[in-house]
């Protein structure tokens, strides 16, 4: 049979749009840039990435829960007072400081004085560049210029003594990565002025060479491998040479990457956010310097991470990694309730997944987002507006999501900017073919040469199975769809044309020359499954739906020692398509996604014999 198009038919799909493997797509592409800001990029990075983010502006979430979070947090950031967040800045240097104080770990005797204050700049302008709100630039503007007059006045660019004594590098990170967003986000040129004086006036502060971080309880914390990530963006921004060769010179290589490209599992005991987010710096070293150590590093820890992970894909009871194989994840069930740095170390894993997309092509890593952005970013309680903020989730028998007992903690930051990175996950782009990652409400508009594709998602996932992509504006290209590991019979249809079942654990390919309205459905079964806590406990298990945790709602005692026939003995509830219940002892247990909880108590682990 053939389509309209003229193109031979296999079981509905023309053979060039029968579904295939994705492996090996092409490599090299155009610099995608948004309009009106110059990224500078090494000519040879090209070559490294098989498939690229699209920059922020390009897509737009139209509706779903990741919307809901993400207008919210527009709102939430957008709402912080100037004069309180500048205050503690201008109070070292003498000038005028309105305002009340911020509290917690922000303030000049805090733990960490000024900590967030980049990232908060980082988080607007990130939101600006993707919803076009000039409100967040301007704040973000504001924000520069009154870090600017801090620092003109001061030779010792930290807020504090806090800071300054204990977490020089990792403030001076906050510092870049907010000015560098500024510029090139918001337009600042400010910013991209400030960067090298800030970088000057941090540098007596921080070790001289690149160090490990020793303590979890007690100091030094600093760590250096936070910063060559953004040391390598500041070469990019300001086109200095010095700032390459310094980031070069802060990769925690005998430590870290050179014992992880070797796989090596050096991961046991190691600070879990910090070195998460050091992997961050090797993903950006091998695209700016090509050494496949760093590539292979990400892609041997993403391997150590992944035999080390709740349910919620996330991972580090009480901020640290575990020895695998010992049982380790099922004791923190019990003596702990710190089980994951939610906003810190879900930024930190999200970027890691981006990079190793970015770099390999593979969905598995698509998969790995999916997991995490569901189940620990997304479902994070929602901060109150005065420092009040999630920071550890907690996965034991009888729990709450609860803020951290000090305010304005580093997950203030990272839940600024890992939110306001919503965009980047949804979809990706090579030469030919544009990769649907997530399924949620979207428009993407893909900037090729000489054209532009548009293409708008329509979804309810993951409430339900199906997602409808529509052509707005089409032309010659592949689509690829992520079609889980965890899915069994997936179905895709083109115009309303079967392609028979997707095979599970790959980029579905339909390739075709796309006309305006054209439409792909997706179907993807989201199977009730559980996933046990550790090897060494196989019957203790979480319940999961495709991607999303579940958790018992209102559990009650002697619950955690009641066996448990999961998920066979869950019965859906009757108009609500995304909820289950299920007798347990005698009582009836409801089950949500964790993502819908916010002040119930809940239980997360079930005992299955
Ligand atoms: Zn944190």
Redo the contacts with the bound molecule.
């Keep these: 049979m053939k389509d309209q198009a003229g193109n031979a038919m296999l079981g509905g799909l023309s053979r060039r749009e029968m579904l295939r493997c994705a492996a090996g797509a092409a490599a090299g592409s155009t610099l995608t840039a948004l309009p009106g800001v110059a990224i500078a990029t090494f000519a040879t990075t090209a070559d490294r990435e098989i498939v690229r983010e699209f920059p922020f502006g390009a897509v737009r979430l139209t509706g779903g829960p990741l919307k809901t979070q993400f207008d919210r947090n527009h709102a939430h950031y957008l709402a912080l007072s100037n004069d309180r967040l500048l205050k503690v800045f201008r109070q070292r240097v003498g000038l005028p400081a309105p305002g009340v104080d911020m509290g917690g770990w922000y303030d000049a005797n805090g733990f960490v004085p000024g900590l967030t204050l980049g990232q908060y700049i980082s988080g607007l302008s990130r939101i600006g560049a993707s919803t076009g709100d000039q409100a967040c630039h301007g704040k973000a503007r504001a924000l520069v210029a009154g870090f600017g007059e801090f620092l003109a006045r001061t030779d010792n660019p930290y807020a504090g003594p806090g800071a300054e004594k204990m977490w020089p590098s990792y403030v001076m990170d906050k510092y870049l990565v907010g000015l560098i967003d500024a510029y090139r986000l918001s337009g600042i040129e400010q910013a991209k002025d400030l960067l090298p004086q800030v970088i000057a006036k941090c540098r007596p502060f921080i070790s001289p060479v690149s160090k490990d971080r020793i303590g979890k309880k007690d100091p030094p914390y600093d760590e250096t491998y936070v910063l060559p990530e953004n040391l390598f963006a500041a070469a990019e921004v300001t086109r200095d040479r010095q700032y390459h060769d310094l980031a070069v010179h802060y990769l925690l290589n005998p430590e870290w990457f050179d014992p992880l490209s070797a796989g090596t599992n050096v991961l046991p005991s190691k600070h879990a956010?910090s070195h998460t987010i050091a992997l961050s710096s090797g993903g950006r070293a091998y695209l700016a310097t090509g050494d496949p150590k760093y590539k292979k590093a990400l892609e041997n820890a993403w391997r150590f991470m992944e035999a080390q992970r709740f349910a919620s894909g996330g991972w580090g009871p009480e901020e640290q990694f575990v020895e695998p194989g010992k049982g380790k994840l099922f004791e923190s069930l019990t003596n702990s309730t710190a089980h994951f740095?939610t906003?810190?170390g879900s930024y930190a894993d999200l970027k890691l997944a981006r990079y190793l997309i970015r770099l390999t092509g593979d969905s598995r890593y698509a998969d790995g987002l999916e997991r995490t952005l569901y189940n620990t970013m997304l479902a994070v309680r929602t901060p109150d507006s005065d420092g009040g903020y999630p920071?550890y989730s907690n996965y034991g028998a009888n729990a709450e999501k609860k803020y951290y007992h000090r305010k304005w903690?580093?997950?203030s930051g990272?839940l600024a900017q890992g939110v306001a990175d919503y965009t980047l996950n949804v979809y990706f782009h090579d030469d030919d073919s544009l990769y649907v990652n997530l399924f949620t409400p979207s428009i993407v508009r893909w900037t090729r040469p000489g054209s532009t594709v548009v293409i708008e998602q329509s979804t309810s996932y993951p409430a339900e199975d199906a997602s409808r992509i529509t052509i707005r504006s089409g032309g010659k290209f592949a689509l690829k769809v992520r079609i889980p590991a965890w899915t069994r019979d997936a179905t895709i249809s083109v115009n309303g044309r079967s392609g028979g079942t997707a095979k599970a654990g790959q980029y579905a390919v339909i390739e075709r020359n796309w006309k305006q309205n054209d439409v792909l459905d997706v179907v993807v079964p989201q199977p009730l499954r559980t996933l046990p806590i550790d090897d060494s406990h196989p019957e203790v298990v979480a319940l999961m739906r495709g991607q999303v945790m579940y958790v018992g709602l209102n559990p009650w005692e002697g619950l955690p020692e009641t066996p448990v026939a999961l998920p066979t003995a869950l019965k859906p509830i009757q108009g609500q398509s995304d909820r289950y219940v299920m007798n347990a002892g005698g009582k009836d247990l409801v089950f949500v996604p964790y993502f819908d909880v916010q002040l119930e108590r809940y239980a997360t682990y079930f005992r299955t014999s």
Excluded: I
């Design positions: 956010y740095e906003p810190c920071y903690p580093c997950c990272t």
